[in-house]
């Protein structure tokens, strides 16, 4: 018998047994029943043996509980082991419910526990007793710091400066329940993370379907072609990483662009390692490797591209031919040789033309991720997944099986009980007239722009969020935030001590994962899911008949949960109800009473999951019930191409077409039960409603683009000032050989490590013994230029400061590039000041200014410590990395508004009194550079075609009211109007 056959016979007698017990059989992530999880039947009282007392055989039993993981974006399904004797959480696990993750997870969702039970974490809230930033702290109720923030937020209202109201988020982790607070408030105050993240790709894909994210279908794709190191640290990298692998297990080819040999190279069929910034040059080589070829979809193309448009307004002397335009488009690309490409990007043309003929052989199974990486790292880089995207729409090989989605239709948002109106307000301290088109907040710039008085803050929000830390000038932040009069009450909503939070006047301590509720759904297959983060003990009692009405009662010391502390927080701005504010946080089963938590979720899941109230009810469960019970469900799957889709009859009653195939209605479309919000067009300027796209004498669905085509051609691009960007292009990134002196080296700052994560994880034992440092990767033949063997401390000289950190002399890194990963350098103040904090992962600094200059000083790495957690002591490790973000300057990109992180460095080998850690920066030349690229802009008041500040259709997080759109309009500070 082979060894696959006597596998395959245990699996079918495992699923046997399973089935004579009347129990559910779960494979397992291998398809091998070793790897079975706990029957669902069993997790009310599930027994494993406790491993310390063996060979003792003692009993352990457990509530299996499930939640969702909250280290990063990907949500996977984890199960907390509740301890039926204690009721304390012993151990995550998967959840094999969870249809994105399917029962695994990475390093991170097991840590979990270790969060939860991290002696350091903040058990109560906290008001500073000193000035900000002193390191003194004392304890303040919850009702006293409610009425507080309270007052001062509704007298903001009241006097008219809705825009000093702020809410700063990193991780939301949700779908837009926060959003819908602030609309509530009439307050355009959402701030997010997204410009030192994403925003630069989610450009790329945006102008292409009107859609920012991308959904690959990898489990069922012949070639994936990855920008990133997508299997270890990728967004969604554990759903789509388990998929990638299944893949590549029966015959899939992998690319990866990527200049580091990350672990995700490593498993590559053919890994390019080009200079940064030169991707879309490679990318635009490959597509004119398949136009020169004819190997495109010629079909697809005619029928979905907006060649007529891009015809029209480019060359209007043309006939309006679709064999005219592959003419046009051939020619556009021709310079696009291999040849040209190498030069480039340093990769050999015989490798890009190797690549372009497996882009090439996939056909309608090409499935293409980027996300960060390359597109965060570069000025232009939104053209990055603009470019990789071109492959997929010549191809055809747009939400087919094994190809790449728009990711709408594989998330599914639920409605809720209340939408409050678009707020009547806009905010130019996070909408700036300098980015029309910015895909997300120009977050990382609000310290200049409270330096330059364009604003104030009155109450700033920080949540999940360290931007002293995660954003590049952090010392700008920090300059900023210890200013009264720049901003007037700091409150950090935070599980952890952070870099930020010691710079808080109020530290609000938040649930973790498994001690909240959230909801979410992200795209990670060809199928829609709704997973539930909920407080755990909370779940547990309840399903052990005790009934919580507040998740305090169960959480660690007075631990709340986001949920609960705003729809408090908002009936104290509002507790008579005068400012239209507290009707949208009352419960709709008793009038006049306050929501609550299971209100709030047990109504959309009776009524905005199609199928659930089905699948509850088959096991006599409320949909609640079923939600606290598996925590996860699968609306849909095989969603497939939605944009084909023929628009009923009875939807185009007096529908008018325009020249382009555009056909709108006057009446708006009935909201689509299954789709995403943002899946449906915006009304145009003319209030009609874009309904479909004729396509060979058919009304179909399209995409919600201005066409309602792909958009190979962006007349928003155009119209606003950016013509020669309008299509798919390269252009020279502010690294590019050329822009660099002679001796100066790129940096690559953006990379994860795969078992941290930013600051969330710095509270996690286990991995902080995986990973605590972030040596500098240095190419042999520059090592050996510099004088700089391995372990030796050298120096990185940016535009506005330095840093001095250890090499790692490695050829996993092109010559001319070095790369140091941005999850290191944790930092707590030393002396007077010295804050508490995460012992485990913060060296101690002094930090103070001179000369102009920012000076920064390790006086200690970590060192064992007595706590509550036996392994506190047992800490070997004292080196935790370097906080190489403080150095590096804002790098606006004038498009996307992404900060492109890659830096223009030189590296020498570190100087007599030099030491490990040392950091200088100097925040007057950071101010230079952002005046700098500031001039890169084209400005909304200068460039817009039509008065606004910003084209409608272009997606906003919390998108304001129309008329706010007017670049006259006076912001309105009435109540919001009833909705
Ligand atoms: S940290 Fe790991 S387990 Fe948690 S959501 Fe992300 S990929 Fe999943």
């Known amino acids: 018998m082979t060894r696959l056959a006597e596998i395959a016979g245990r699996v079918s007698a495992a699923r046997a047994d399973a089935a004579a017990r009347g129990e559910t059989f779960y494979p397992g992530p291998s398809r091998v029943h070793l790897a079975a999880f706990p029957p669902k039947e069993r997790w009310d009282d599930w027994v494993e043996l ?105 007298t903001a209202i009241e006097e008219g400066r809705r825009n000093e109201v702020m809410y700063h988020v990193g991780r939301p982790g949700e779908d837009g329940f926060t959003e819908r607070v602030l609309a509530s408030w009439g307050v355009d105050g959402h701030n997010s993370h997204t410009n030192v993240c994403s925003s630069g790709a989610r450009a790329g894909y945006h102008f292409w379907t009107g859609i920012d994210r991308p959904s690959p279908d990898h489990a069922n794709a012949e070639v994936i072609l990855l920008i990133s190191s997508h299997l270890e640290a990728g967004h969604y990298f554990n759903p789509h990483a388990q998929r990638v692998m299944a893949a590549k297990q029966r015959g899939a080819k992998l690319i990866v662009f990527d200049t580091r040999l990350s672990n995700t190279a490593t498993h590559a069929d053919f890994w390019l390692s080009p200079h940064p910034g030169s991707e879309p040059a490679i990318l635009l080589a490959v597509a004119s490797h398949l136009l020169r070829t004819g190997r495109y979809d010629r079909e697809f193309v005619r029928a979905w591209w907006n060649w007529r448009e891009y015809l029209a307004a480019e060359h ?87 190809g790449t989605y728009p990711n709408a239709w594989h998330k599914f948002v639920p409605r809720p009980v209340y939408t409050p109106p678009q707020p009547p307000s806009w905010n130019e301290l996070t909408w700036p007239l300098e980015y029309p088109l910015a895909l997300n907040e120009l977050s990382f710039l609000l310290p200049h722009f409270l330096k330059e008085g364009r604003g104030r803050l009155d109450v700033y929000f920080t949540r999940v969020y360290n931007p002293v830390w995660t954003n ?388 200690a790495g970590v060192a064992p410590y007595q706590s509550s957690d036996p392994d506190t002591a047992r800490i070997w490790w004292t080196d935790v990395g370097v906080h190489q973000n403080l150095t590096f300057p804002v790098h606006p990109d004038p498009i996307s508004g992404q900060h492109c992180w890659h830096q223009a460095v030189r590296v020498r080998k570190a100087a007599t009194g030099e030491t490990y850690g040392d950091i200088t920066v100097d925040t007057a030349k950071a101010h230079d550079v952002y005046q700098r690229w500031l001039k890169l802009t084209r400005r909304a008041d200068l460039h817009s075609p039509d008065g606004t500040r910003r084209p409608y259709w272009l997606m906003r997080p919390l998108k304001p009211s129309r008329d706010v759109y007017q670049l006259r309009s006076v912001v309105s500070d009435e109540p919001a109007a009833a909705d």
Request: with cysteine; proline share 8%.
């Open 50 to 154: 406790a491993s310390t007392d063996w060979p003792k055989r003692t009993e352990r039993h457990y509530m299996l509980v499930p939640t969702t993981c909250f280290n990063c974006e990907s949500a996977c399904g984890l199960l907390a082991y509740v301890d039926r004797d204690t009721w304390q959480v012993r151990k995550f696990e998967g959840n094999p419910e969870h249809p994105g993750s399917r029962g695994r997870n990475c390093a991170k969702g097991p840590a979990t526990v270790n969060q939860v039970t991290d002696p350091d974490r903040i058990l109560q809230p906290l008001r500073r007793a000193g000035e900000r930033g002193s390191g003194r702290w004392e304890p303040v109720s919850w009702d006293e710091v409610l009425d507080d923030i309270a007052g001062r937020i509704r």
């Open 316 to 402: 209007p002397e043309l006939p309006a031919s679709f064999e005219r335009f592959e003419t046009v488009l051939a020619d556009l690309y021709a310079g696009f040789t291999f040849e040209f490409a190498a030069a480039e990007s340093g990769v050999p043309a015989a490798a890009i033309a190797q690549v372009a003929e497996a882009v090439a052989g996939a056909g309608s199974r090409l499935s293409t991720h980027s996300w960060r990486s390359a597109a965060a790292g570069n000025l232009g880089g939104w053209q990055v997944s603009r470019c990789l995207f071109l492959l997929n729409a010549l191809l055809g090989a747009v939400a087919t099986p094994g």
């Open 472 to 859: 590049p000038d952090g010392l700008s932040w920090l300059e900023v935030l210890t200013d009264e009069q720049l901003v007037g009450l700091h409150v950090a909503l935070t599980p952890t001590w952070s870099e930020t939070a010691f710079l808080a006047d109020l530290v609000l301590p938040m649930g973790l994962g498994p001690e909240r509720h959230d909801l979410h759904s992200y795209e990670q297959y060809d199928g829609q899911w709704v997973a539930f983060r909920q407080p755990v003990l909370r779940a547990a009692r309840e399903r052990a008949g005790t009934p919580v009405s507040d998740t305090r009662e169960v959480n660690p010391g007075q631990v709340w949960e986001e949920n609960e502390f705003w729809i408090e927080l908002s009936w104290r701005i509002d507790p008579d109800g005068s400012l239209g504010i507290r009707r949208f946080y009352e419960s709709p089963d008793r009038p006049g009473s306050k929501l609550t938590v299971d209100e709030y979720y047990g109504w959309i899941f009776e009524h905005s999951v199609p199928g659930l109230p089905e699948a509850a009810a088959a096991e006599g469960l409320t949909p609640l019930a079923y939600m606290r019970r598996y925590g996860a469900f699968e609306v849909s799957s095989g969603v497939g191409q939605v944009f084909a889709e023929q628009v009923p009859a009875g939807e185009l009653t007096g529908a008018v077409e325009d020249r382009f195939g555009r056909v709108y209605s006057p009446a708006p479309r009935p909201p689509s039960a299954n789709l995403a919000p943002v899946a449906t067009p915006e009304p145009d300027a003319a209030g009609r409603h874009p309904v479909g796209v004729s396509v060979d004498g058919l009304v179909r669905r399209g995409f919600p683009t201005p066409s309602g085509l792909l958009e190979f051609y962006s007349r928003t691009l155009a119209d606003w000032g950016w013509r020669e960007q309008a299509v798919p292009g390269y252009h020279r990134s502010h690294v590019h050989p050329a822009e660099l002196e002679p001796d100066q080296l790129v940096l690559i700052s953006t990379f994860r490590l795969p078992t941290q994560i930013h600051t969330r994880s710095a509270n996690a034992k286990w991995l902080d013994e995986l990973a605590h440092t972030n040596p500098l990767w240095l190419h042999p033949r520059d090592a050996g230029r510099l004088g700089v063997a391995g372990g030796d401390l050298v120096t990185v000289e940016t535009e506005i400061g330095s840093f001095v950190v250890k090499a790692w002399v490695t050829e996993g890194i092109r010559p001319g590039v070095v790369a140091c990963s941005h999850h290191m350098g944790r930092w707590r103040l030393a002396g007077e000041a010295a804050q508490p904090g995460q012992r485990q992962a913060m060296a101690t600094v002094d930090l103070d200014r001179r000369d102009g200059q920012w000076h920064m000083a390790r006086r």
